[in-house]
């Protein structure tokens, strides 16, 4: 982020002094551009790595694919499934606590990202927070209102927290 802010200062201060500075502008942005989408198709290629782990049961490589996807692409278009998977992975590495920082980080880019408000409620089931828990399920059920584990999980929590309320 810090860097395209100072790319597009710099542009902007060639463009304003004259007209050679803008075509080294246009230049300066445009190798940019073309940085920022092979950024995307790399990012793009680490995530099916990460996916293909994911249905190996190899959570630690899947975990390390999706974070060298962050690193490439932290904001880009696709980064909140990045973040989320990456959650589900830390998830089966039962590092709860990290993946609820994840979650959160993939809601902050997509509110409506419904997969990232469920495993945002798993790991916060795994942490015994089962208010949070039934409060991320009841969302991520409004954005994947046919998401069968979220209200397996919903019902889970919910029974768990009346548990604890007795």
């Known amino acids: 982020k810090s860097a395209k802010n100072y790319i597009e200062k710099a542009a902007k201060r060639l463009a304003e002094s004259g007209e050679k500075s803008k075509a080294t ?4 942005i445009s190798e940019w551009e073309k940085n920022k989408h092979n950024n995307e198709e790399q990012a793009e290629k680490f995530k099916v790595k990460g996916n293909t782990c994911m249905a190996n ?3 630690e490589h899947a975990y390390e694919h999706y974070s060298r996807a962050i690193v490439l692409n932290p904001e880009g278009p ?5 973040y989320s998977n990456r959650a589900a992975a830390l998830c089966y590495l039962e590092k709860y606590s990290e993946a609820e920082h994840d979650s959160l980080l993939a809601i902050a880019l997509v509110p ?5 408000h469920a495993r945002l409620g798993l790991a916060r089931f795994f942490q015994s927070d089962y208010v ?5 399920y009841k969302i991520a059920i ?3 209102p046919n998401n069968a ?3 397996s999980y919903l019902q889970k929590a919910e029974a768990k927290l009346r548990e604890s309320t007795m």
């Open 57 to 59: 049961h190899e959570y």
């Open 142 to 144: 409004q954005y994947e």
């Open 25 to 28: 502008s246009f230049s300066v």
């Open 78 to 82: 696709q980064s909140h499934v990045y």
């Open 112 to 116: 409506t990202y419904g997969k990232a």
């Open 149 to 151: 584990a979220s209200k």
């Open 132 to 136: 949070g828990a039934v409060d991320a």
